[in-house]
């Protein structure tokens, strides 16, 4: 009767222990590792939107993965390319990869993102949920106006005209050619112009603004008037960005971000440039 009894709580701790490893086994299958791959791919494209460097985007990704129990991802990423790969613990893998368009900087927006990926591996919500929380955080998204826009331009380049050197009157000169900048970046952004195309024309416009208005006589010194709004182009945020990324390590992504810094300066030099070549002819 005893070994009876013994055999019996042996069957039973055997079916309990079946039972676990049946209901882990299922609930493994159950778990959707592409809608996984589909959060992570998100937030690493939308990171990269913003102008975030390339180590940020990476760890970002990798916190993400590992949240909801992935310990074999990779993610790489350069300026224009995301790709994430993981496998998971029946052996099949899974690979995404994301074409990053051309973007600029964004810091509310990275702000945001941030805060999200940190409160979701602390804990992490259901991936339906994560999903449609990363969606409203793009439509809560405040874009300023375009007069806003404008007010910041005659502001950024009426104060960096008095730094250098310039008058009052110069300051208010350098207000309205970065007024003149921000309309024709606007423009050549409707026009799905490429960055270089838009800062070259940006440059010319300014100045042949601050040609004009020095003809005109409202302003006094022609190259405090042209420096302080050019420098509302001038791509610093994209430059220390490529020597943090260089810093890093990243040495694809910061030589990739340094050659794009320099072809911007490189434009703003040659709008600049032929349009002061013309002034003898105005």
């Not at 009876?4 to 882990?24: D, F, K, N, P, W």
């Not at 990053?100 to 259901?126: F, K, M």
């Not at 008037?225 to 943090?244: D, K, Y």
Request: charged share 15%; net charge negative; proline share 3%.
């Amino acid at each position: 009767m005893r070994y009876v009894t013994q055999s019996l709580l042996l069957c039973r701790q055997i079916a309990a222990s079946c039972g676990a490893a049946e209901r882990q086994v299922s609930s493994t299958l159950n778990f959707d590792y592409d809608q996984l791959l589909d959060l992570a791919a998100e937030l690493g494209f939308r990171l990269m939107e913003t102008g975030a460097e390339i180590y940020r985007v990476e760890e970002s990704v990798q916190y993400i993965l590992q949240a909801y129990g992935v310990t074999t991802g990779e993610v790489f990423a350069i300026p224009n390319c995301l790709i994430i790969s993981f496998t998971d613990t029946t052996g099949h893998a899974h690979t995404r990869i994301r074409r990053i368009p051309a973007h600029g900087t964004d810091i509310s927006l990275l702000e945001s993102l941030n805060e999200y990926c940190r409160e979701t591996v602390q804990d992490p919500p259901p991936l339906a949920a994560a999903l449609d929380r990363l969606d409203q955080i793009q439509k809560r998204h405040f874009v300023y106006p375009l007069p806003v826009m404008l007010l910041a331009d005659f502001a950024g380049g009426g104060a960096y005209s008095m730094f250098f050197g310039g008058s009052l009157r110069d300051a208010l000169c350098g207000g309205l050619c970065g007024v003149a900048i921000g309309l024709c970046l606007w423009l050549m952004g409707g026009l799905r112009a490429n960055s270089f195309v838009r800062t070259l024309a940006g440059g010319a416009v300014s100045a042949l603004c601050a040609l004009l208005l020095v003809q005109s006589g409202l302003g006094e010194n022609l190259d405090f008037i042209i420096i302080g709004a050019l420098m509302i182009l001038v791509p610093g945020i994209a430059f220390t960005n490529a020597m943090r990324d260089i810093m890093s390590g990243d040495l694809t992504s910061g030589v990739n971000k340094t050659v794009e810094a320099l072809l911007i300066a490189t434009a703003i030099a040659l709008g600049t440039g032929f349009v002061l070549t013309l002034a003898p002819a105005l």
